[in-house]
């Protein structure tokens, strides 16, 4: 990342992960959506969580809760991992996460706003008028840690 800090989602995207059942080990093919102002609520007063996935193998009942919200990616972190969201999962597992959607930053330095970022291509690049320098976020990578 080049010029940029404070990367995130937008306001009113929703996140996109690929998810594998824990029990059958059944993994859907495509992205499930998470939104994070929405709840579901889980069968037999369970409470609620932002995405409900009932396995179409073992007819298991799985979840996950973002805890916290999302994070944002800092200059500083530029080339190196860190965290953007932490959820708490109840037979899924995460198996993968997909930039789609429209991501925001801002000039590192200058301040500017970036409203348009999009990431699914891995690669985004524009110009800083601000700065009068290119900026860029490139080689996007994801992963799923535990924790
Ligand atoms: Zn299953």
Redesign the pocket.
């Known amino acids: 990342m080049e010029g940029l800090t404070d990367l995130t989602l937008a306001e009113g995207e929703v996140i996109h992960l690929r998810v594998e059942?824990t029990?059958?080990?059944?993994a859907p093919e495509g992205t499930m959506t998470l939104d994070p102002t929405e709840e579901i609520a889980l069968n037999g007063s369970r409470g609620s969580a932002h995405l409900v996935f009932r396995?179409k193998?073992?007819?298991?009942e799985n979840s996950a809760t973002l805890v916290g919200g999302i994070n944002r990616y800092l200059d500083a972190q530029a080339g190196s991992w860190a965290p953007m969201i932490e959820l708490d999962c109840r037979g899924l597992e995460p198996v993968g996460f997909k930039p789609i959607g429209t991501w925001i930053a801002k000039g590192a330095d200058s301040g500017t706003s970036f409203t348009e970022i999009d990431l699914e291509e891995g690669e985004w690049m524009d110009y800083d008028e601000k700065t009068g320098e290119a900026v860029s976020a490139l080689e996007f990578q994801s992963k799923v840690e535990r924790c």
């Open positions: 059942c029990n059958c080990h059944l396995c193998d073992c007819r298991h």
